[in-house]
Structures are given as C-alpha cells and as structure tokens.
C-alpha cells in the first residue's frame, strides 16, 4: 500500500462496481444475518480486515482505538485486540459503552487491554489513531467532546474504520467535523461518499475488505450507484468487417461565430472516439473559414440547420461549445429537439439557454453542466450530488453528466455513476468541449445515452492519465486512442487510491 498523497499502484479489476448508501448497507447487513451469518462473526471480520491493514501499512507503535457505542466501535475493540496480539501497544477510547446484548458489546468483553478516556489527550501521544467512532450512517453533526478529539487528530496517522467519522457515506459532506485519514478500511462495498468529495479526499487510501456477506443480499438491495467502471457499466460498440462510415455514425456540431475552437475541440474528439464523419455546422462564413484551419478530415458547412436536418443519417448532434446563452440558441436546441429522430448532446450555452426552463432540455439525449450551469437551470446543486443529477435527469429525461472532479452520471430511471478517474489537470479550458465530443460520437456510434455519458467521462480521464503535466484540452484528443485501447483492461483509477483486499 502506498503513503497517503502518492499516485498507488492500478488497484485489481475485480473491484465491485456495485455503491451501497448508508441505508442500502444496513439492510444487507440485516438480509446476511436473517439468512444465517453471525452479526458478531461479521465484526470479527471486520476488525481483522482493520489489524490487517494496520500491520501491513504502518510500522508499530503507541496506538489508540476511538470507539464508538455503535457496530463501528465493535470493529474497532476487535481491532483493538488482534494488534495487541500482535505486539502493538494499543489503548481504547471509549465514547460510551455498547448497548447490552448487542454485538459490539460482545467485542467489547473481549478486550483486556487498556482503556483510557475518551477525549483530545487520548490521541496526544499516539502514533497511529484507528477511528472507530462513527461509520457511513452519521445523521447528526459532530459536536462537543468528539469534534475536539478528531481534531486533535490532525498531524497524526489515522486509519478510518468505513469512513472517517464525521463523514456522510452516502454524499460525502462533512458532518461538523472529520479527520484526515492516511487509510480507509471499508466492506463489502463501497459507498458514494468514498467518491464524492470532500469525503473522497478525506479518506486518504481506501480499501474494501470483503468480510463475508453473501453477494445474493445485493440482488435484494438493488443498489442504484455505481462506480463508473468498463464493462461493469458500459462496453464500447463493436462493429463488423463490413461496417463503412456511415455505420458509424454521423455527428453533427453546430457552431458559434465567437469561440470556434469549441467547436473544432468538439469535432477533433469525436473523430478520434470513433464517430465515422464529423459535420461542423458553421453560422457563417467567417466561421466556417476559421474552421476548415482545423483538421482537414473534419467537415464544414454553412448550410442552415433546416437542410442539414433533412439528412436522416445525422443521428447525433453536439450543440452548446462555444455558443452563447441566448434565445437563438435556445430557438436551434428547440428545432433539433422538436426534428425527433436525434440523438442530442447539449452543454455550456444551450443549457444555460434555458436558464429557470428545465422543461425546454426535454428530449435531449445527455447533457453535461458544470455545477454553475445546473445551477442556473435546475437551482444549486447542494450537498447530494447524486440527488441533484438525479433531479435533473427525471425532469428532462436525459443522462445528466453533472462535472467536476467527482462527476456523477444520472439516467432517467435513477441510476448513478460516479466518476473516480479523473485527474486535476482536466480542470483547464476546453476540456469540456473534448468531454462532448467524445460522448457525441460514442452516440453517433449507437450508445444508449447513460452509457455512452459513462464511456465518455470515463475516456476523457483516461485519457488525462497518459500526461500528468502540463496537459491541455489539445493533448486530449491525441490520447483518446490510447484510452479506448485500454478499455478491455481497464482498472478504476489511479487518482483515486481504492483497493480489493480478501
């Protein structure tokens, strides 16, 4: 395992795609037991995943377990007591005690060891904290004495059992007050607030312990949210020996007089994704000359939107890039819109087009705001952004790709990708405009839109990953072929530390 803030090794492809909220896991937990697994079997597990880790990614020394009264401080007392085996000099910090009959009580009689109070000194002299306090299912905020002890922790080693309390699993805010972990030991699954943000940050590296939970409770669950991971989610089209250009689709970009390099950024990565031909619809000719200085296999025409239209075989349509946020935009989204037939990407200004008239994206296929641009359409993002991804896609009824360095990904019917590949050095100027285009070919090529929104996110950071420094949006393009190749063996990510322990 690599020290927290360092690039880790490609974490193994068998990581579940599956998210589980807060929620969702409580009633797997519940589903395992009904069906004959040991609640305290499943701690013992739990705390031996934690002692595992410990040992493997921390060198002994003066350790103290914070403990919790819920089944989060079970795991930490057994933890707690597999380390002092070991030979760790290990103290426990009790909040409050079990609740009797439970569990966590049961781990709890077992520790011998040590116990001192529960406050800041607790921490004062340790060399590694296990934050035992509270897991993924925080309702409240962190108040009082447990504020001031899990920021006394900071400067220190922290190794968070679920997530780092304080934390909420399921959007990854901040509930008061969180630590800054080096290492995160989960179960069974991921939740979202391991890859939202700030939660994301916060757990440092993050493992899941597989601690024996049947995977048939899943089926009862059915989880919603996903990581956003090739061949879990999506595969890429394939197409046969006879296929010709055509078949692969025919995207069309309309474009602005002011900034035609969107649309040339649109085009150029939607060629190298894939897309057969690529048609820069140009608003006059001033535009269309400052376009065709672009790549030569790139199509430019000055015909009106109604010809082009006309054409059955442009199936897919990028409008947005480049474009301002005015009523002639909004009038070409409503002709595209009301042509039918269409597959159609709208972003940047054919959304804020429709600033406070959600109902005028209706038809679209995707569209991908940033948070500023949601905003101005949907209303503030707020702390679930899972939620709101979700709130726009049920009242558009398009895939809605909400960006930023932790993208989520709603389809209509409620299902949730979160991005987890994506690097720092996506957030320069037309990085957005790659992002569309090369969605806009994988639809012109015949994905369904979540899917292909999926694909997309994912490619461009791919993509990212092939230059760590001084990347622009033009280097993008140029790296799209190495992301696609890798798609078969594809992993989660390397900005986000996430590993499969057994």
């Known amino acids: 395992m690599g020290a927290a803030g360092s690039d880790p090794a490609v974490p193994a ?21 009904a069906g004959g697994v040991s609640g305290l079997a499943l701690m013992e597990a739990a705390g031996r995943a934690v002692a595992r880790a410990a040992l493997r990614r921390f060198r002994p020394g003066p350790t103290v377990v914070l403990a919790g009264p819920g089944n989060n401080g079970g795991d930490g007392y057994v933890a707690a007591r597999l380390l002092e085996q070991a030979g760790w000099p290990v103290a426990v910090a009790a909040l409050a005690p079990p609740r009797a009959g439970s569990d966590a009580a049961a781990a709890a009689a077992r520790w011998r060891g040590p116990t001192v109070p529960f406050g800041p000194e607790a921490v004062a002299r340790a060399a590694l904290v296990i934050d035992a306090v509270f897991g993924a299912g925080l309702a409240r905020p962190v108040e009082g004495v447990v504020a001031a002890t899990l920021a006394a922790c900071a400067g220190r080693a922290v190794l968070a059992v679920d997530v780092p309390s304080g934390v909420d699993g399921a959007t990854g805010q901040v509930r008061g007050v969180a630590p800054q972990a080096a290492l995160t030991v989960t179960f069974f699954r991921l939740k979202p607030g391991h890859l939202l943000l700030p939660g994301r940050i916060l757990c440092g590296e993050t493992l899941l312990a597989d601690i024996g939970l049947p995977a048939a409770v899943l089926a009862a669950v059915a989880p919603r949210s996903f990581v956003n991971l090739p061949g879990a989610l999506w595969r890429l089209p394939e197409h046969g020996a006879a296929v010709h250009k055509y078949a692969r689709g025919h995207l069309t970009v309309v474009g602005g007089p002011a900034m035609t390099g969107a649309a040339r950024l649109v085009a150029g990565a939607a060629r190298r994704a894939g897309a057969g031909l690529v048609t820069i619809a140009a608003p006059d000719a001033a535009s269309a000359a400052a376009c065709r200085a672009g790549e030569p296999g790139t199509i430019v025409t000055e015909e009106p939107l109604a010809a082009l239209l006309a054409d059955a075989r442009r199936r897919a349509w990028v409008i947005g890039p480049g474009l301002a946020p005015e009523p002639a935009t909004r009038a070409a989204l409503r002709r595209l819109l009301a042509a039918g037939g269409r597959q159609v990407l709208a972003d940047a200004g054919a959304i804020t087009a429709c600033a406070d008239a959600p109902e005028a994206l209706r038809g679209a296929a995707v569209l991908t705001p940033h948070e500023g641009e949601y905003a101005r359409v949907f209303g503030p ?43 720092s050095s996506l957030a320069t100027a037309g990085s957005g405009d790659v992002l569309a285009g090369i969605i806009g070919a994988l639809l012109a090529r015949g994905m369904a839109p979540f899917e292909a929104a999926c694909a997309g996110a994912w490619l461009q950071g791919a993509a990212a990953l092939q230059q760590p420094q001084g990347l622009i949006a033009e280097d993008l393009i140029n790296f799209l072929p190495a992301a696609l190749s890798a798609v078969d063996g594809a992993c989660p990510s390397r900005r986000v530390a996430l590993g499969y322990i057994r």
């Open 13 to 33: 492809p068998s990581l579940p795609p599956e998210l589980l909220t807060p929620e969702e896991m409580a009633r797997a937990d519940a589903l395992a037991i």
């Open 381 to 423: 993002v707020g702390g679930d952004k899972p939620a709101a991804a979700r709130r726009a896609a049920a009242l558009t009824g398009a895939a809605v790709l909400l960006k930023g360095p932790d993208t989520v990904i709603a389809a209509p019917d409620g299902r949730v990708a979160i991005n987890a590949n994506a690097p």
